[in-house]
């Protein structure tokens, strides 16, 4: 089994329930458990500004799928959630990242890990340091430290609401 981290994002429409429904529909394969998931944090739009404010948090999870596999499902998730694919970095009902995937480096046209911009963003650093604080970045920092810079110079707040999920019964078992 192996630890993976997602990075989600939604600037579009109710940002939380689409945040929330994301969390469900990955939680519900029985390969794919969600362990932890961080509060929820509003966020300035980084890249392409001209947007609304994003809502984002970090989920951690348990896996015994390959990462190609879970990159496939989290695209099939965004696509049942109406994600539709017209400005990069624009807009998006939800965004489903592959952050980390166990310690596996990969570079390849479809996926590359880790995310290559996951340490200049604090809107995945924020909380991923909220479930893994002590966790080593690229570059000798700890997540947590990289985090605390970060949010000093991008705009990120915490939300009133935090993600509220349903989680399956019995799910220790079917992994
Ligand atoms: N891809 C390669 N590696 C990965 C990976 N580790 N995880 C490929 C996910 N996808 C990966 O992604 C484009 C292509 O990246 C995919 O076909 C996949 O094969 P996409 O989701 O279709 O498009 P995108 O999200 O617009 O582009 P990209 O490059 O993923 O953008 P980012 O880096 O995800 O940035 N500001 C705030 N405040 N909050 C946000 O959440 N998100 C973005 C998107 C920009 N600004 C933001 C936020
Ligand atoms: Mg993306």
Redesign the pocket.
Known sequence: MVTAYI?I?S?MGDKSFYINKALDLLHSPPEIKVVKVAPLYR??????TEQD??L?TVAQLETVISPQKL?HQ?QQI?NKLGRE?KI???P?TI?L???IYGDVTLTTP????P?P?MTERA?VMVPLADISPTMAMIGGKTAEELAGELMLVQEIYRAAADVMMHMAPNKDDAL
Request: proline share 3%.
């Open positions: 990075g994002g600037n966020t300035a739009p980084v890249g392409y404010w994003f984002n990159l989290l965004e694919r990069r970095w624009g998006r965004d990242d592959l952050l479809d996926l590359t890990l995310h911009r809107f």
